[in-house]
Structures are given as structure tokens and as C-alpha cells.
């Protein structure tokens, strides 16, 4: 038997908006912050109650558990996409390449690896920042 929790994009995207919060947050508040309607909202909140990952505190909902999707990471409330994080591993190396260059005069080879770091950057990071957007 598997422990995945498999939540839809509408749940997902309220879990994670109380996560972020960290606090009680009524329903109407949270339809309004995600634009979602309140019957929407609290029908998720009611999945995500039955999984125990939420808690109902009086007039409102807290996270109970905390997950973290298997690719977002979650640093003081920030949404951080692995492919962002690793996006930064090409940019490193391309500013290597560009010190190098300066010390030690610009080749074809380093002109090529600068290039090919910096547009694999590039798409890692715009990939990234695309892939976050479904949670927040």
C-alpha cells in the first residue's frame, strides 16, 4: 500500500495557500485571496479534512500535517520549484566560465560552455517558475 496523497490542482493550490498563512483562515477569505468560489473551497477543505492534512480551528482551517509536494520546496513560505534550484547550478557555471574568461582570455570553448550553461538557466528557471504557478 502506497502513502502518496494525491490532491487536485484546487486542493493543492488551498493547501499550500495555508501553509503559506500558517493560520487559521476562514473560507471566505481564502475564496477571495485564490478567487475560487466558497463552495469550491470549503468542498477541498472537507477532502483535505478527511485526509488530515487540515484542521478545522473555530471560525476557520489550519494544516494539520505538512506536506511538501515531491517537487516544490518550501523555504520560510516560499514556493522554490526543483528545477529552479537546479537552474542555479548552470548559472554558477556560467559565471565561472565568465571569470575565467576574463582572467584567462575567452576561447571558442569557453564562449560555447558560457552560451550553453546560460540557456540551460534560462529554460530550467522559466520551467520552474512555470511549474510553481500551478500551486500558488
Known amino acids: 500500500m502506497s502513502?502518496?496523497?494525491r490532491l487536485n490542482r484546487t486542493a493543492a493550490?488551498?493547501?499550500?495557500?495555508?501553509?503559506?498563512?500558517?493560520?487559521?483562515v476562514g473560507v471566505r477569505d481564502i475564496a477571495r485571496e485564490l478567487k475560487l468560489p466558497p463552495s469550491t473551497v470549503y468542498y477541498n477543505?472537507?477532502?483535505l479534512e478527511e485526509l488530515g492534512l487540515?484542521?478545522?480551528?473555530?471560525d476557520g482551517y489550519s494544516v494539520k500535517k505538512l506536506l511538501k509536494p515531491d517537487k516544490?520546496?518550501?523555504i520560510k513560505g516560499i514556493f522554490i520549484h526543483r528545477l529552479t534550484m537546479y537552474s542555479f547550478f548552470f548559472l554558477g557555471t556560467a559565471l565561472g566560465f565568465i571569470v575565467i574568461s576574463i582572467l584567462h582570455g575567452a576561447n571558442i570553448d569557453r564562449v560555447l560552455a558560457t552560451v550553453s550553461s546560460l540557456i540551460a538557466f534560462t529554460i530550467l528557471f522559466l520551467e520552474g517558475l512555470k511549474q510553481v504557478k500551478q500551486y500558488t
Do not use: A, P, T
Request: proline share 0%; charged share 35%.
Open 45 to 47: 477543505l472537507k477532502k
Open 72 to 74: 516544490i520546496i518550501i
Open 54 to 58: 487540515v484542521q478545522r480551528d473555530g
Open 13 to 24: 493550490k488551498i493547501y499550500l495557500y495555508l501553509v503559506k498563512r500558517r493560520g487559521s
Open 3 to 5: 502513502n502518496e496523497i
